[in-house]
């Protein structure tokens, strides 16, 4: 970006003030409350590598710094900060101490011991989780035999009975699935797993015992191992309710046709949500009975099934909602008027089906995502930016964003005022690249409601956004991503203070959102394309070279087409390279891109809609192109 000084600074004074907030906070202290909790997160990744002496290191070295801060003439404006920080401290020290404990008792253990005549044979693991459960013969850790037990045993009121926070533990499908903010476990890497920093940070389970070390340990291992599933069916339960009934054949979700009169998401799940699942959800759901997702509900509870499909007369549901079988529901609040005890009877003689295509999925989340598609543009925008704000004070409680809006994406940053102001100007230039790569109208918005973009002027801060608002570890040498869906639509950038990067960065973000707001897709698709689009609009990046490397790197190592094609929602490193490479052979055909992208968005399935355009499956065309790139990179 060029510098024009003079116009930067007539501009920024037309923005407006910072809040409050903001202005008690001078530019040292935030660098100052920054390093403090800088030093938190690197004290409780030396306890996970159990390195506790620079642990302890580093946590004193934050409490120097916390207590210089706390005794500054500044203290009464950073109170608020000051508290926070305390309580992170405290709590990080407290996880320090129990690392050190761990590491001595480990060493007492491992001391030379005298040879006994006889020893007993070790205690059996258990799955309580009072003894860790010991490695498969095969050397191997069992998920069906080891992991899923421990699941069952300390999780199952909030994720296998029932869904918290969009995760649900009730079978292998959904646990790989992840929560609505993205999964939780990364093949190959335990240390790295969202699931297993819960669990060593204590914060999970909530209202239960604790794993043991041993346990999270077998937990990381399985983890390291490539999470591999040994059952017969990714999709059997790992476990029942308990109920108090005899077993009740399990009913199956039934697929709504599209002419019932009541649909269950569109007409009953707003009911549910604002009003049973107070009592049906959470860690204890009131009668065992966890209306948080589909799937409860057809489970039941204690008391056994509570819908009984083409019978509301027999239904347990529409007797309690009626209040002709004990207690009417819901319990301490207004009865359901007749109109709506109506719909619940209608719906279960259509026969109880879902409009929804998971059955798993928090209802919570299903109900936002039908109240946003029914939004006009200006209803979407308003409300995204409404998550926007509180997306950044998740992220970076401490810091009050500046905030500049165009007509077609909202920017939220912690730059300064003037790198706020060249930022919109990329931004908007680099848009219309897009479109006029995409052969779309430039002055038209890509999507229906405004795009958010975030802005980090540290790594540091847009980690920490990773973590707190998308609940995952990001990648060190990420410089941005975006996500997309029908509630919420934004892009990360780092910006640093010399610019490198960011024109490709935001092209890609761009891009990417815009290819997936098309249609369901696999993510390599969305991503490697989004890729390609950028590297043709800034071919001079350093990074794009980087990223061609990568695609040579990866063929060398012998990788294949499943490693990207059965990726998932999260591509590694490997899988991100070739999914760019095979892209970007497909975009030498824009038009045939195209063309799809627009049979996607008029509801043809991916599959059919990619062998149309480019005359075979994705496993076929990518075996050919990486023998392409393998016979031409010989000669």
């Known amino acids: 970006m060029r510098r024009r000084a003079v116009v930067t600074a007539l501009i920024a004074l037309s923005i407006a003030m910072p809040s409050s907030a903001w202005a008690a906070i001078t530019e040292e202290q935030q660098q100052q409350i920054a390093e403090i909790e800088q030093g938190v997160k690197e004290a409780l990744s030396l306890v996970k590598a159990k390195k506790t002496e620079e642990a302890e290191q580093a946590i004193a070295t934050a409490k120097e710094s916390l207590e210089a801060l706390s005794s500054s003439e500044a203290k009464d404006e950073l109170a608020d900060s000051l508290a926070t920080l305390e309580k992170k401290v405290a709590a990080a020290e407290r996880l320090v101490e129990k690392g050190k404990a761990a590491a001595e008792k480990s060493s007492e253990k491992s001391a030379p011991e005298k040879p006994a005549a006889k020893r007993k044979p070790a205690a059996r693991p258990r799955a309580n989780g009072k003894n860790a459960p010991k490695d498969t013969a095969s050397g191997g850790t069992s998920f069906s035999k080891q992991i899923a037990p421990i699941f069952v045993a300390r999780c199952n009121n909030c994720h296998v009975a029932g869904t918290r926070g969009g995760l649900s533990l009730a079978t292998f499908a959904s646990l790989k699935k992840g929560s609505e903010n993205g999964t939780v476990f990364t093949p190959g890497k335990g240390q790295g797993s969202r699931l297993v920093e819960v669990l060593q940070s204590g914060d999970m389970p909530r209202g239960g015992a604790p794993l043991t070390p041993e346990e999270i340990a077998l937990v990381s291992k399985w983890i390291d191992e490539g999470a591999k599933f040994d059952g017969a069916d990714e999709n059997a339960r790992i476990a029942g309710p308990t109920t108090n009934q005899p077993q009740q054949p399990a009913l199956q979700v039934t697929r709504a046709g599209g002419n019932e009169s009541v649909q269950f998401v569109r007409d009953l799940a707003p009911i549910v949500v604002s009003t049973c699942i107070d009592c049906h959800g959470g860690m204890q759901p009131a009668g065992q009975l966890n209306l ?228 369901k897709m696999p993510r390599w698709f969305a991503e490697g394309a989004a890729r390609a689009v950028a590297a043709r609009l800034v071919p001079r990046d350093p990074v794009v070279k980087q990223w061609d490397q990568e695609i040579k790197e990866a063929l060398a190592a012998g990788r294949t087409a499943d490693d990207f094609l059965k990726a998932g929602d999260v591509l590694s490193h490997d899988s991100a390279a070739l999914s760019y490479g095979f892209m970007k052979s497909l975009l030498g055909r824009m038009p045939k891109f195209m063309a799809m992208l627009n049979d996607l968005h008029e509801g043809t399935p991916f599959d059919a809609a990619f062998r149309k355009h480019f005359g075979g499956d994705p496993a076929t065309l990518v075996a050919a192109w990486s023998q392409r790139e393998l016979y031409s990179r010989r000669k």
Request: proline content about 5%; some cysteine; glycine content about 8%.
């Open 292 to 519: 948080t997702t589909f799937a409860g509900l057809l489970r039941g509870g204690a008391s056994g099934q509570i819908v009984s499909p083409g019978k509301p007369g027999e239904s347990l549901l529409v007797k309690k909602l009626k209040g002709t079988a004990g207690q009417r529901m819901p319990l301490r609040k207004e009865p359901l008027d007749e109109a709506t005890i109506k719909k619940f009877e209608t719906w279960v003689a259509e026969g109880a089906k879902l409009d929804w295509p998971d059955a798993e999925e928090s209802l919570d989340w299903a109900v936002r995502v039908m109240v946003a598609s029914k939004m006009n543009h200006d209803e979407l925008t308003n409300m995204r930016a409404d998550l926007a704000e509180k997306n950044w004070r998740l992220g970076s409680p401490e810091v009050a964003p500046q905030k500049m809006e165009d007509g077609h994406f909202i920017l939220l940053g912690n730059l300064s005022p003037a790198r706020m102001v060249e930022l919109v100007e990329l931004a908007k230039q680099t848009r219309g690249k897009v479109a006029k790569a995409l052969s779309l109208p430039a002055d038209e918005p890509f999507f229906k409601g405004r795009m958010t973009l975030f802005a980090f002027k540290r790594h540091f801060d847009y980690s920490e956004f990773g973590t707190m608002v998308e609940r995952r570890e990001l990648p060190a040498d990420w410089h941005g991503h975006w996500r997309y869906n029908v509630v919420d639509c934004y892009g990360c950038v780092l910006v640093p203070d010399d610019d490198k990067g960011v024109e490709l960065t935001l092209a890609e973000v761009f891009a990417g959102a815009y290819i997936e707001n098309q249609a």
